[in-house]
């Protein structure tokens, strides 16, 4: 159990936990304020800084410790994420009282292009994306928010997770539960820290494991899996998918891509 599922989970899974997306986390006039500047002093801010790490990394291969920690510390009380599965996001989508697509801030701030593919979820009707400031895409506050059903809005991330995406749901000031995003590692601050060797977010709870008698060793797992974590091994001579535990973070694309069904999510030991 991580350590959000100990501090905020009450009992449960933290993002399973409906306090964690209450009018009363929502009420507070921080959070609030954090939520209207979100775009200019998170993502902006964002891009920014991991642009400058990307170019030091890649001259160094790592970070300064020191750095690394400040950036992880900080997200965890701010803005911190944790990878979900298909089933997941059924679960926790298929509850809500209201569901929003709105823009990927991400995209925008790298590439100035729309992509919607962030959804708002309440569980109340009190809804935090009123307080996003939309003008920030050069939109009117009632334009850009796409209301869906939940029905919909599933059937949209199961298309975009068809796509390679890897759904992830995030926090909007710790414990409070503002977004659930299916993203691409090039366009996603937080997938793209991972590159750097800054977690800004936790593993599934599951990972995936696969059923030698049943692979093949095609390599369409490999080929999708957006982390490294799966390799080629021999076996009797033929040759079977691997998935390195520690590497994975649990999103399912393996298992969604497998031709042979041979892969399977499991809770994560």
Same mark, same amino acid.
């Given at each position: ?10 009992? =449960?899974?933290? *993002? =399973? ?21 979100? *775009? ?19 001259? =160094? ?42 823009p990927c801030a991400c995209r925008w701030a790298s590439?100035?292009?729309? =992509? ?5 979820? +309440? ?10 400031d939309m003008s920030y895409f050069g939109l009117a506050?009632?334009?850009?928010? !796409? ?27 710790t414990p409070f539960i503002g977004a659930i995003c ?16 800054? !977690? ?26 957006? *982390? ?18 520690? +590497? ?15 892969? !399977?999510?499991?809770?994560? !030991?």
């Open positions: 159990m991580c350590e959000f599922c100990t501090e905020h989970g009450d009992g =449960k899974v933290w *993002f =399973k936990n409906a306090d964690n997306y209450g009018r009363d986390l929502l009420s507070d006039l921080t959070r609030r304020q954090y939520i209207h500047d979100f *775009f200019t002093a998170t993502i902006d801010e964002g891009v920014g800084t991991i642009g400058r790490l990307e170019t030091l990394y890649s001259k =160094k291969k790592h970070l300064p410790a020191r750095v690394t920690k400040a950036l992880i510390d900080k997200a965890k009380v701010e803005h911190f994420g944790q990878v979900v599965t298909i089933e997941d996001i059924r679960e926790l989508v298929g509850k809500a009282a209201t569901v929003v697509r709105l590439m100035k292009k729309e =992509k919607r593919c962030c959804y708002s979820v +309440s569980y109340s009707p009190d809804a935090w994306y009123e307080n996003l506050q009632d334009q850009g928010l !796409e209301s869906l059903t939940p029905d919909e809005a599933i059937g949209q991330m199961e298309a975009l997770e068809q796509d390679g995406a890897v759904h992830t749901i995030w926090t909007m000031i299916n993203c691409q590692p090039g366009d996603c601050l937080g997938l793209r820290t991972l590159a750097i060797d800054v !977690e800004t977010m936790f593993r599934g709870e599951k990972m995936a494991v696969v059923d030698e008698a049943a692979c093949t060793g095609c390599g369409a797992c490999e080929e999708a899996c957006h *982390f490294n974590a799966i390799t080629s091994v021999a076996r009797s001579g033929e040759h079977r998918a691997h998935i390195h535990s520690l +590497s994975c973070f649990g999103c399912g694309l393996c298992r969604t891509v497998c031709p042979a069904g041979a892969l !399977e999510m499991k809770r994560r !030991e």
